[in-house]
C-alpha cells in the first residue's frame, strides 16, 4: 500500500510516498481503509526527532495521528454489535506509533468511533485529535456552567474546538485570536477576543465582569507564559497548556518506570522557570497530552451530528500534494484543521 512516511528525521524533505505491506488486524482491532489524514502541529515534532531519545522510530515510519475511513476487517474479539465492515470511523491513533497516512491502518477498536453522519468522512478525519485534546483540557480544568475561561491560540485546529465545548458547558469564554483569526473564534463561540499582536492579558479589562481563572494554553511560548499570561490570574488560578513547557508525568503510561524517572527529572529541570513562576503567583500550571479514547471521540462526533460542534477545515490537499498539506500547516496561518483527502474517497 501507499502511505506518507519518514525516511529520516528532518526536515520537510525526509517525508516522502512510500511503499509498505498492508496490515491485518489482530485481536480486538479493525482494519481500516483510510479517506482522510488530519494534519497537526505534533507531525513537524515527530518528524523532526523531538521525541527521539523517548520513543525512537524505525525508519522509514508512517505518519500521521488521526484519520477516518471504512472498516475493511475486524480482529477476533471485536464485538460485531459494535462495529461492522463498512462502516465509516474516525481515529486518534495509539500513542506509541503513529500510522494514520496509510492506505490502510491497524488500531485497537477501542479507540475508534463511529464516524458523524453530518458531514463528510474526509473533513471528519480532522475530528480526533484535536476535538479530543481540547475535550480534556475542559475536563482537567474542570469547566462547567458560569467559569470564565481564557483560551489562547482560539483560531488554531484545537482553540476552535475548545471554545465550542466551553460554550457547551455553559462557561464564558475569552480567546486570543489576531484580527485575521476574529472572524473564525467569534463564528465559534467566544465571548470576547483579545488581539494579541496588540493588547496584553495582564492589563486586559473584561467587558462583562471579572477576568478568567481557568486558562486553556493552545498556543505556547514559555516567556510569554511567565510574563503576561501567568499574571493575568488571579490567586488560585489555574493553566493547562498543550503548547508550552512540558511538564513531568506526561510519559508515564507510555515508558517504562526506569526511563521515566530519567524523563521526568528532565522535564523538571526544563519546566523551572514556568513552575517556578506560577508557584510564585500561587497559580498551578501543568502541562497534558491528550489520550486516544473511543468513548469521548463518540461523543464528539454526537455534538457534531446534533449542530453543537463544526469541524472548521482550513484546507484540504489530494494525497499527491501532500507536500503543499505539510507547508500549510507548518505555515502558521490555518484557521482549522488541514486535512489530506485519499484517492479512495
Not at 507531525?43 to 520513543?55: C, E, L, Y
Not at 477476533?76 to 496509510?102: E, H, L, N, W
Not at 488560585?236 to 508525568?249: D, E, I, K, R
Not at 526544563?270 to 491528550?290: L, N, Q, R
Request: hydrophobic share 40%; net charge neutral; aromatic share 8%.
Amino acid at each position: 500500500m501507499d502511505a506518507i512516511a519518514y525516511t529520516a528525521y528532518g526536515g520537510p524533505e525526509v517525508t516522502s510516498i512510500e511503499t509498505f505491506p498492508i496490515p491485518q488486524p489482530g485481536p480486538e482491532e479493525v482494519q481500516v481503509r483510510t479517506v482522510g489524514s488530519g494534519l497537526n502541529p505534533i507531525d513537524k515534532h515527530q518528524r523532526g526527532g523531538a521525541f527521539k531519545s523517548i520513543m525512537p522510530y524505525q525508519l522509514p515510519v508512517i505518519a500521521g495521528n488521526e484519520f477516518s475511513g471504512h472498516i475493511t476487517a475486524l480482529g477476533s474479539g471485536v464485538d460485531g454489535s459494535q462495529f461492522a465492515v463498512g462502516d465509516a470511523v474516525i481515529c486518534r491513533v495509539r500513542k506509541d506509533k503513529m500510522d494514520g497516512m496509510g492506505a490502510y491502518v491497524v488500531q485497537p477498536a477501542s479507540i475508534v468511533a463511529k464516524a458523524p453522519s453530518s458531514i463528510s468522512l474526509v473533513d471528519a478525519a480532522g475530528l480526533p485529535l484535536a476535538g479530543l485534546t481540547a475535550l480534556q483540557v475542559l475536563d482537567r480544568l474542570d469547566v462547567k456552567a458560569g467559569d470564565r475561561v481564557l483560551i489562547t491560540g482560539g483560531s488554531g485546529g484545537v482553540g476552535l474546538f475548545a471554545i465550542q465545548l466551553a460554550k457547551i458547558r455553559g462557561a464564558y469564554v475569552f480567546t486570543t485570536a489576531s484580527s485575521a483569526g476574529r472572524p473564525y473564534v467569534e463564528k465559534a463561540g467566544a465571548d470576547e477576543v483579545i488581539d494579541y499582536k496588540t493588547e496584553k492579558l495582564a492589563s486586559y479589562t473584561p467587558k462583562n465582569g471579572q477576568k478568567w481563572t481557568k486558562v486553556f494554553d493552545a498556543a505556547g511560548g514559555e516567556q510569554t507564559m511567565i510574563d503576561d499570561v501567568i499574571p493575568s490570574l488571579q490567586p488560585g488560578g489555574h493553566v493547562v497548556s498543550v503548547a508550552g513547557v512540558m511538564t513531568p508525568g506526561i510519559f508515564d503510561t507510555i515508558l517504562p518506570y526506569w526511563k521515566a524517572v530519567l524523563v521526568n527529572a528532565m522535564l523538571r529541570y526544563k519546566a523551572w522557570s514556568v513552575t517556578g513562576a506560577a508557584a510564585k503567583a500561587d497559580v498551578k500550571y501543568e502541562y497534558i497530552f491528550m489520550r486516544p479514547d473511543g468513548v469521548e471521540l463518540a461523543q464528539l462526533a454526537k455534538y457534531v451530528d446534533e449542530g453543537k460542534l463544526k469541524v472548521f477545515v482550513d484546507s484540504k490537499f489530494s494525497l499527491h500534494d501532500f507536500k503543499k498539506a505539510f507547508e500549510q500547516l507548518e505555515s502558521g496561518r490555518s484557521k482549522g484543521k488541514v486535512v489530506i483527502e485519499w484517492p479512495q474517497a
